[in-house]
């Protein structure tokens, strides 16, 4: 049975290349003003769904949080759990399955970590992970990119050389899904390397609809990191805040 795309991709090392050496600043930025938008009470527990190698997650717990990662990737998990400690827990899980109930204060799921599934009962089991996951009247964050706005900006040829590492990026969208080719070029390997993402157009409505059903009720939306209202052709993001209400 061929592995779905995600599971190779987001274990090679090449994706964290060209997504991951980021600014640290960056997430810090990010999660500062988030966390002073919540106010969370000291010593909330909170669980970061999709955390990659953890940089969002070690951020809140920087913030003296009480904070768990969870990841489909194994090798992700593995550098993660190298700043593991007493307010900070990482864990390989799968997100369509469940994950402790009633317990986190707050639940988020940054950089579009979602929409990667074949079916929608995949991504509401997500949804119900996530739902369940938490307290009542807990609080999900989801941010997602804006499929109006991806539409109108697709970048359908693009390049980047990263530590020696060529990448050739090729983007395209159909009705439901939004496409990325990535070939990767790097003198170590005898033939480049191909993965293609596939990440479902869910707009606002979609979410709501999805949120809803599994008893979470979204409360504000904003349309980039910076948490100015959302425009559905202007705004680069999708960042809703919903809360569990049963």
Request: net charge negative; proline share 3%; hydrophobic share 40%.
């Amino acid at each position: 049975m061929k592995q779905a795309w995600f599971k190779n991709w987001f274990n090679s090392p090449y994706y964290h290349l060209l997504y991951f050496n980021r600014d640290e600043q960056e997430a810090a930025a990010f999660i500062n003003k988030l966390i002073l938008h919540l106010q969370p009470p000291a010593g909330s527990t909170m669980l970061d769904v999709a955390c990659g190698k953890g940089r969002h997650s070690i951020q809140m717990a920087n913030n003296g949080f009480d904070v768990t990662g969870i990841d489909l990737s194994e090798e992700s998990i593995a550098e993660a759990l190298e700043h593991e400690r007493e307010n900070l827990h990482f864990f390989t899980h799968d997100m369509r399955l469940p994950f402790c109930i009633n317990y986190f204060d707050y639940a988020f799921n940054f950089f579009t970590s979602f929409g990667y599934f074949k079916t929608r009962r995949e991504h509401d089991n997500t949804i119900r992970t996530i739902a369940q996951s938490i307290k009542p009247n807990g609080t999900f964050v989801m941010d997602y990119l804006n499929v109006h706005y991806a539409e109108d900006h697709v970048v359908h040829l693009s390049e980047k050389e990263i530590e020696g590492v060529n990448f050739v990026i090729t983007k395209w969208f159909d009705e439901t899904h939004f496409y990325k080719k990535i070939v990767v070029k790097d003198e170590v390997l005898s033939v480049p390397l191909e993965y293609t993402e596939k990440v479902a157009k869910f707009s606002l409505g979609d979410f709501t609809d999805m949120l809803a059903y599994q008893g979470l009720q979204i409360q504000e939306v904003f349309g980039n990191y910076d948490f100015d209202n959302y425009d559905i052709k202007k705004s680069p993001r999708l960042i809703m805040v919903a809360k569990k209400i049963r």
